[in-house]
């Protein structure tokens, strides 16, 4: 157990629709990820938010978007969705420094499906 | 990008140690090398990761050659829970929460652990 919880841990929806998906990060860490895994893309880095901020932002569509909440629980926002977007999404969390503090640990995951 | 080049697959026998191998001729001095496995849709899991000493932990051993651009994963004593996707990634682990903390996955290596 990674101590990241996702949930919910399967989601089935309808093209069009938008779905949150929720993540809350390790006890103290400041830091959380978002990783999208299809298959033909792997894992694919989305967005990483720093105690409330947008830090960076990976190859997240214009459809999606995220918030990180002052609790540093973070939710990923799906909108408008395409079977393209059937895909597990992973949610990770890390603390800041060097080393093992900046290790990066992965929640379960939400497994979209969208059809 | 990929900094990264990994075998796709491997097997080993169980009980035996299985060797995982990973080059990166182009590693930058303050980058490290990390090491995640995936099992089956699983969140990816954190084993080891070391900038240029020879590290061990419970999970695994991670040995670094002397100029860095190559390194290989050994866990001493495969079980069949250890078939998984292996990644070997390097990334700054920065003191600061900047862009360069997110992972980067290649395809991995998938160890399959024969009885």
């Known amino acids: 157990d990674s101590g990241v919880t996702q949930t919910p841990k399967h989601l089935i929806t309808a093209t069009g629709q938008r779905v949150t998906l929720r993540c809350s990060p390790r006890s103290g860490d400041l830091s959380v990820y978002w990783y999208q895994q299809s298959l033909d893309q792997g894992l694919q880095f989305l967005i990483q938010y720093y105690n409330g901020e947008e830090r960076a932002k990976g190859n997240i569509l214009e459809r999606f978007s995220a918030q990180q909440f002052p609790d540093l629980h973070s939710e990923l926002n799906l909108s408008s969705l395409e079977l393209g977007d059937s895909a597990l999404y992973f949610c990770?969390?890390?603390?800041?420094?060097?080393?093992?503090?900046?290790?990066?640990?992965f929640g379960p995951g939400t497994r979209l499906t969208v059809l | 990008d990929a900094k990264t080049t990994q075998p796709p697959s491997m097997d080993c026998a169980e009980g035996r140690a299985a060797n995982l191998p990973c080059n990166h001729s182009?590693?930058?001095?303050?980058?490290?090398v990390y090491w995640y496995r995936q099992i089956h849709s699983q969140g990816p899991q954190y084993i080891i990761h070391?900038?240029?000493n020879n590290e061990t932990n419970e999970m695994a051993s991670l040995i670094i050659t002397e100029d860095r651009k190559s390194s290989t994963l050994i866990l001493p004593h495969a079980t069949l829970r250890d078939t998984a996707v292996y990644y070997c990634i390097v990334r700054v682990a920065g003191a600061r929460q900047t862009g360069a903390n997110n992972l980067f996955f290649g395809t991995g290596t998938r160890l399959t652990v024969i009885p």
């Open positions: 070391g900038l240029k």
């Open positions: 990770a969390s890390s603390g800041a420094g060097t080393g093992v503090q900046g290790t990066q640990y």
């Open positions: 182009t590693i930058s001095g303050n980058e490290y």
